[in-house]
């Protein structure tokens, strides 16, 4: 029985994959209405083959828009903090809903379809559903099987039996090795119940991985590094802080880089953490 509660992939909000899964899924969707002809489409006018592909490409890529700013909300809303899996499939379920409205409305006021409205968006969700989910269902297998090729090529370059030097090394909670990263490259580590998810850059891009391990073994295994807590979910790169600030009642670390979110400073970590900004900002 799959975790609910446990968060969802970091590959599954990267921007390129959102992208590439909404450019596949009007792909897919655009041939479905042509072959399938799903709400009524083949009906709506006395069109050639060309002339109906015309029209409705238009209205799919319209459609498809109400995946677009979904994915830009998850997106942003991601920044600042994680989604579990139970979120992301009801998130997915009102992608669904809120584009069977928008086909409902199409056929009932534009259309001018005499058939009642509630029936119009039963016929519509079932047709919505199979439009986004079999292209999601198809792009997250692909993803999660491209996601363990490169943990396993991670894998394998981390067991080599001389180890780059000046790299970071990340275990799982099997002692596993899964990740290795220089040292600036780390902006901050987030714990999410028995998850860290790391946050670093990739060729100047804002990157997450997401790890099975705990805060407390990632602040045992980062002693003395300048990687330290300052919150109890965070923990940060102190190379790459720049401002400590106070926003209203809150403590908040400024990063170097702009798209990443302030990070959370709590009172019980403020003494060791402006020792340690001290110590890096002289």
Known sequence: MPDFQKPIAPYLLEKRNIINLILFTALFALVFINIYSPF??????SLTKF???TYSSLVILTGVLVVVVSRVIMYQVCKRKIINLGQFLLWIVAEVLSMALFYSLFEKFVLNDIRDFVHLVKMSARNTALVLLLPY??????????????????????????????????????SVLKLSL????????????????I???????VSKYLLRATMKR?????????????????????????????????????????EVMDIP??????????????????
């Open 40 to 45: 009524g489409a083949d009906k709506w006018f």
């Open 51 to 53: 002339q109906f592909f």
């Open 137 to 174: 269902s198809v792009a997250w297998l692909y993803l999660s099987w491209h996601d363990k090729k490169e943990q396993i090529r991670i894998l394998a370059e981390g067991q080599s039996p001389d180890p780059t030097p000046g790299m970071i090394p990340f275990y799982d909670d099997k």
């Open 182 to 197: 220089k040292k600036e490259s780390l902006l901050y580590l987030e714990a999410t119940e028995n998850y860290i998810t």
């Open 199 to 205: 946050c670093y850059l990739n060729k100047g891009k």
């Open 218 to 258: 990632m602040e045992e295994s980062f002693a003395g590094t300048g990687i330290i807590r300052c919150h109890r979910s965070y923990m940060v790169n102190f190379e790459k802080v720049k401002v400590i600030r106070r926003d209203k009642e809150n403590l908040k670390l400024e990063l170097d880089h702009p």
């Open 265 to 282: 400073l709590s009172k019980t970590y403020l003494q060791n953490v402006m020792q340690t900004f001290a110590k890096y900002s002289e």
